[in-house]
């Protein structure tokens, strides 16, 4: 196997784990926000006594659920993500990376990318709101970096697009 070989079955399989650790986070949250319920009450105590009741502790509870319900939500373009991934390495392992539908599936990443970047928006709202409600939170600001890289894979999804038709073209000139 070469080195490029070793390299795309790595990256399959971190591709994968990180797959299934996406599903594991997910039904994680959903857990969490089920046991939110029947253990309501100690969990406002709780909020209660930390803030010695200066915070309105039952809509502290709704925040937290508010986050775990966008870390369910960002697992599915998560997921698209790494679907899409696993079909591109393939064609890469396969040997003919530049193929059309490789420049349709990284625009599917752009989406998703894009989409976890707009719940990330939600993800700073609820933190703005609990922090304006006087609990602690962490601070958050939105992503450069996140953004950025939707940008980079709508590019690159057209760079993809506009090479393979051109590939296309070429092959059937000779």
């Known amino acids: 196997m070469t080195d490029g070989g070793r390299v795309i079955g790595i990256a399959d399989r971190v591709v994968r784990v990180l797959a299934v650790l ?15 319920f029947p253990f309501a009450a100690q969990i406002i105590a709780r909020i209660a006594a930390k803030y010695h009741d200066a915070v309105d502790a039952h809509r502290v509870l709704w925040g937290i659920r508010g986050f775990m319900v966008l870390g369910i939500i960002v697992a599915v373009p998560a997921a698209a993500i790494f679907s899409a991934m696993r079909a591109m390495l393939a064609t890469t392992r396969a040997g003919d990376p530049f193929v059309a539908v490789n420049g349709e599936r990284l625009a599917r990443i752009g989406w998703a990318l894009l989409t976890i970047q707009l719940l990330d928006l939600c993800f700073g709202s609820i933190t703005l709101w609990i922090a304006h409600l006087g609990a602690d939170v962490g601070s958050w600001s939105p992503s450069i970096g996140g953004w950025l890289s939707v940008f980079v894979a709508f590019v690159l999804a057209r760079i993809f697009a506009v090479g393979a038709a051109m590939r296309d073209d070429l092959a059937g000139t000779v």
Not at 22 to 34: D, M
Request: aromatic letters at 6%; one cysteine or more.
């Open 22 to 36: 996406n599903i594991v986070c997910a039904l994680g949250f959903a857990l969490a926000i089920a046991a939110t």
